[in-house]
């Protein structure tokens, strides 16, 4: 790899790792949504130039954010009402307490170590972008995806996919949004106690789905994007402490402890995908596993059961069957009909078809699956075909699959994926 490539795989690493800090750090201090977006991108282009002349900085992050913030405070001060703004960039943090966002001894700045604040009783950037934008005044639609433009970097076409909408449509609802909290004057910190609860859909929400992005990557080389998952688990420890009693946000965070625990086993040494049944279940993260299974038993020990607690309770289905073939998908089937009280999506009842496959036989499964085909709602959906494709290829209806595997390797976009559709597609061409 020559110095170009160098300097453009750090760069692309930073920007996996430090977007959500860098952005969290410039909204606080500017309270402009466009501007540290834009002054962010812009740290990050001028480190392509700055970094092949310089050579990498030993903290990309500190560079990114100092260089971010001097341009958005340039732009503050160019404009003519640059002073107004920059009184105003105060935000409460401490029981109302005003502070200088510029004070190189805040605590709660960009560069000081996490510790614990006043009030909300955390002191950390993203956890208050998390909450800014989970306000009740903002659709759930629009909380989420603000959420995971703002904290994942996602760009607006991978949001458009994840929620199954045109494009133009996600567009819209990101600047409706950030114009709401714009004008609204929504305050960018973590809410006392007493209004946590009627954010809790909307965070938890969030944090699935930044999970699931690092779990399953919508688009690129890789299948997942580990970071993503670190940090969606970092921010649910740090809202489980925030809120110990809420049995939903104990049930997500023992959610994901389980899926991540299964994380090195997904891939091969060559990066192509490793599906649950093949996984070398010795190489599971039992640490994780112990942990998951212990915060679900608790939370489920409260008598409040929601939808991240059944879906734990299907991840931990699988996390603690010793093999493959003890998975008790009957089990697994009825937790995702369960699921579909509290969500009836068609992707919940696309994995319930999946575990009626597995439970009572291909046609069961393959009946529920023509239904989900006929109602149109996951069009453009490739695990839809791909479903299809694997029942009939377990029946032996090789031919079949083939066509299925065919469309669901026309609409996969992640790269490993297609490499392993492309796989069975082969594999069943060829029988």
């Not at 991978?158 to 929504?186: D, W, Y």
Request: proline content about 6%; aromatic content about 6%.
């Amino acid at each position: 790899m020559n110095a170009t490539d160098e300097v453009e795989a750090a760069v692309a690493a930073a920007f996996r790792e430090e977007w959500a800090q860098v952005v969290a750090t410039l909204i606080r201090v500017t309270g402009d949504w466009d501007l540290a977006e834009e002054c962010a991108q812009d740290a990050f282009a001028q480190a392509l130039e700055r970094w092949r002349r310089d050579g990498v900085p030993g903290r990309p992050g500190a560079w990114l954010t100092t260089t971010a913030r001097n341009r958005a405070l340039d732009v503050l001060r160019r404009e003519a009402v640059g002073a107004r703004k920059l009184r105003e960039a105060a935000v409460p943090a401490r029981d109302g307490e005003q502070y200088d966002p510029f004070d190189p001894d805040d605590p709660y700045g960009p560069y000081g170590p996490f510790g614990e604040g006043h009030g909300s009783g955390v002191a950390d950037d993203r956890l208050r972008l998390l909450f800014t934008c989970c306000h009740p005044a903002l659709p759930i639609e629009a909380r989420v995806a603000l959420t995971l433009r703002t904290l994942a970097g996602l760009t607006t076409p991978e949001i458009a996919r994840a929620f199954l909408v045109p494009e133009a449509t996600m567009a819209q609802r990101l600047v409706r949004a950030k114009r709401k909290i714009r004008n609204a004057g929504i305050p960018y910190r973590v809410p006392p106690a007493h209004l946590l609860p009627e954010r809790t859909t909307g965070v938890l929400g969030v944090l699935y789905l930044l999970f699931n992005e690092g779990y399953a990557a919508t688009a690129g080389a890789d299948l997942m994007r580990t970071g993503l998952c670190a940090e969606a688990i970092r921010l649910a420890r740090l809202l489980a402490r925030l809120m110990p009693d809420e049995p939903e946000v104990v049930g997500l965070l023992a959610l994901l402890l389980l899926h991540d625990a299964r994380r090195y086993t997904r891939v091969d040494a060559a990066g192509d995908l490793v599906t649950l049944e093949d996984q070398d279940r010795t190489a599971w993260d039992r640490a994780e596993i112990d942990e998951g299974t212990a915060l679900l038993d608790g939370a489920l020990r409260r008598g409040r059961p929601g939808p991240y607690q059944i879906q734990a309770a299907v991840a931990a289905c699988h996390t603690t069957a010793p093999t493959a073939a003890d998975t008790d998908w009957a089990d697994i089937a009825g937790l995702y009909g369960e699921l579909q009280r509290y969500v009836p999506s068609p992707v919940v009842r696309l994995n319930r078809a999946v575990a009626v496959g597995m439970a009572e036989g291909g046609a069961a499964g393959l009946a529920l699956v023509a239904e989900l085909e006929a109602e149109d709602d996951l069009t453009g959906y490739h695990l839809l075909p791909a479903t299809r494709a694997d029942l009939l290829r377990r029946m032996g209806r090789t031919r079949e699959a083939a066509e299925s595997y065919a469309r669901a390797l026309e609409l996969a976009e992640n790269a490993a994926e297609r490499r392993f559709l492309a796989k069975r597609l082969a594999q069943c061409r060829s029988a």
